[in-house]
């Protein structure tokens, strides 16, 4: 992984998508938010996708780094739930990448793992996450953080 001064080097990254071209539209335009889960556990993905199938908000999933940023690119989700520890690409050369770009300001991240809070606390910041929990987690204190991420985005509420 590239240093922290450093650009992270993501091989074969599709173009940008404007604005006009999200599938969900522009994401300060929504009535509400677009939510990315991305974990490689597919447990925590489902647990994860039936809280949040109950509440105001579209649901996206990716099981790796790729797939994640791919769809980060292709739909500008208002917020990622982002796993540290998947293949292809960490969750930190997600996030890093993310926080570099001006065109993806709208998109907020809160970190989702398991890597001990001592670490998460130190390094979710370092790569410019919005936000962290570790798990295993309440989810009270998850939407609490979302919520909390979404109005500092000016993204619609839960």
Known sequence: MADNDESVDIPQTPEEVPEEQLPYGP???????????????????????????K???VLLESVDGADTLEQIITH????VILDVMMPELTGW????????RDTYDS???????????????LTSPLFGADDYIDK??????????????LAEKSAPPL
């Open 27 to 53: 994401p300060t335009e929504r009535d509400e938010p677009v939510i990315l889960i991305a974990d490689d556990d597919s447990e925590l993905r489902t647990m994860l996708r039936a809280h949040f199938s």
């Open 55 to 57: 509440l105001d908000c």
């Open 76 to 79: 500008r989700p208002n917020l």
């Open 93 to 100: 050369e997600i996030c890093k990448y993310v926080k570099q």
């Open 107 to 121: 998109v907020g991240i809160v970190m989702l793992t398991g890597i001990g809070p001592t670490n998460n606390e």
């Open 136 to 149: 295993p987690f309440e989810f009270d204190e998850l939407e609490e953080k979302i919520d909390a991420v």
